[in-house]
């Protein structure tokens, strides 16, 4: 892991994500506010639904589908949502926003730095990185990459997750440039999704890309299992880490039941799921379960004759 290296004067915007509001997002904004001190910490709300309504405060950027579309960049995706396929969109409506920082750091809100973001980026900015992710290494086995074989043929394809991504300006301005770019072009059969397309144009175009791995622990940074904020200790001073999903109860609970991988896991006394659903007694009733493993059989068979 590099020392820190705080170097010369810098500007970072802090970009925390969201497409709601309630009292666990303001609570990882008001985390953020008090760990990115002497950082311009923003939210920006993705309000395409019409119906996210945060409290008026400074530093709040507001956007929906069409902003983005009227941005230049195309009205693709191949499963979910606009925003949801093309999670990098947001970003390039916060650089039209807000210019002219150094660098910045794009957070969803279900997602957590632990150690500190001043060191974070103090690391980040004395390695001369001008993009940090989570790297994929695994190439030949990520399930996309055979999707993005005519735009990213073999090894150009490159993959990331960016749950918590950082950018440089000349970064973050050269892929906005390149998804517009793309965005006029009719030859693309498969709209490749934001893990494929940060490092897949960043890395042949010379920039300095760097995994998040080198800058902290990824032990618990996935799409899932998630972790219950309650279990974290979200005061500074920690070993450096990266989090995702950090999930209040709610929806902590909500993604057991979504996304355990084997419908016999929603039986077995012994399995995990089963173990972290028994510390929230009475909070899902036996039917509750039964209808989240019927859901997830289903699930899994729609991906299989999909292939997606």
Partial sequence: MPPVMPGPDYSCAVVVKCFSWDPFVERQLARMQEVASGFDVYLSVDNTSGTVNPPRQDNILMTNQAEMIALGLADRYEK???????????HYQVFQKIPDYDYYLFIEYDAWVLGGVR????????????TVTLVRRDMKNWFWAKF???????ESCRASLNCITIHSRAALAFLFEKRKEMSRRKDISFWPLSEAVILSELVPAGFRCECLSEFGDISRYEWFPPVLEDDLDFRAGAEMAFIHPVLDRSRYIKSLLLHTHFVKDYFWPGSSLRRELSRFPGAVRPSEIGRAALARGVARVVERVRGY
């Fill in 80 to 90: 979910g949502s606009l925003l949801w396929w093309n999670a990098d969109y947001t």
């Fill in 119 to 130: 060191k974070l980026m103090d690391r980040v900015v004395g390695s001369g990185a001008e």
């Fill in 148 to 154: 993005c074989q005519d735009l990213y043929p073999g």
